[in-house]
């Protein structure tokens, strides 16, 4: 009999706590509802609520996440997504992932959009984290990890740290080391990024996700033509060009790509190549 004890106060109790968060849900939901989202209950509670289904539940979320995200490629405003449903989305695939840990669709989608799209970069890495943890034998996750803090937050000594903690891994490639050694030299940053997107590419099955992976892998495979470029002219002229149609006009290259999401690509005034849709907005 005392076994059933706590079961019995949980069902006592339970009903309470639905009512004591109602007013909060009501709000949410009142705040939310033109938006096609909804209040996401806190963890403990959904543990309790999916009873033994814990896993059907974390696929239910993120299915959740990914449906609404799916629906919104059809906007034309910019921004596509607002800052509150991507944190609502943050919110499912934290659920989602608390459910169930080794869930690994979750830490794929939100590493491949929160950081290019929302640039939500330390709540990407707050996932992979907990991933990493949970799924000690994958290297994606700490590479993931490593890439963002490089590529988005320009912490070149922990992004080496979670290259290292990648190669040490089972299966991770041999190229791991060799990355963390160059993420000191800014002039492979582009290079860098194409080999993660490529990387993340081999183990990404979302046809939603490989998209846009496949897409920013294309600009910026054109990045790295037109920094190359610009190293040639470089080395003819002494000085780097003004804009990209001097590479054009010199014979340098045959002509200026075109930026699949509907930008510009450009020369800032760093010397860098950069595009004005920055890599995630969408021109109908």
């Not at 939901?29 to 814990?54: C, H, M, N, W």
């Not at 054109?222 to 010199?250: H, I």
């Amino acid at each position: 009999m005392r076994r059933l004890y706590p079961l019995i106060i949980v069902i006592m109790l339970l009903p309470l706590y639905l009512v004591s968060l109602s007013t909060v849900a009501s709000y949410k939901k009142a705040q939310l509802r033109d938006r096609g989202v909804s209040y996401v209950l806190p963890s403990a509670l959904l543990k309790i609520t999916s009873l033994e289904f814990d896993e059907l539940m974390s696929d239910y979320l993120f299915l959740k996440a990914l449906t609404f995200y799916g629906g919104t490629l059809d906007r034309t405003e910019r921004p596509r997504i607002k800052k509150e449903e991507w944190l609502w989305m943050y919110d499912v695939l934290n659920a989602a992932t608390d459910l169930d840990p080794y869930f690994l669709d979750p830490y794929y989608f939100a590493n491949a959009n929160f950081t290019w799209e929302a640039r939500m970069v330390k709540e990407a890495n707050t996932l992979l984290a907990k991933g990493s943890r949970s799924r000690e034998w994958d290297w994606m996750l700490p590479f993931f990890m490593g890439f963002n803090e490089f590529y988005f937050l320009h912490d070149n000594a922990l992004a080496s740290e979670y290259l290292m903690e990648a190669a040490k891994r089972p299966d991770a490639p041999p190229m791991m080391e060799t990355l963390a050694v160059r993420l000191a030299y800014k002039g492979n940053r582009t290079k860098i990024a194409i080999v993660f997107i490529q990387e993340t590419l081999k183990k990404t099955k979302d046809k939603i996700t490989r998209r846009d992976l496949e897409i920013r892998l294309e600009i910026l495979q054109d990045v790295l033509a037109l920094e190359q470029a610009m190293e040639v002219y470089l080395g003819k002229y002494g000085k780097l060009p003004r804009d990209l149609k001097q590479l054009q006009a010199r014979g340098i290259i045959a002509h200026i790509p075109k930026d699949p999401y509907g930008g510009e690509f450009f020369i800032d005034k760093d010397g860098s190549v950069k595009t004005t849709s920055d890599m995630f907005v969408v021109t109908k």
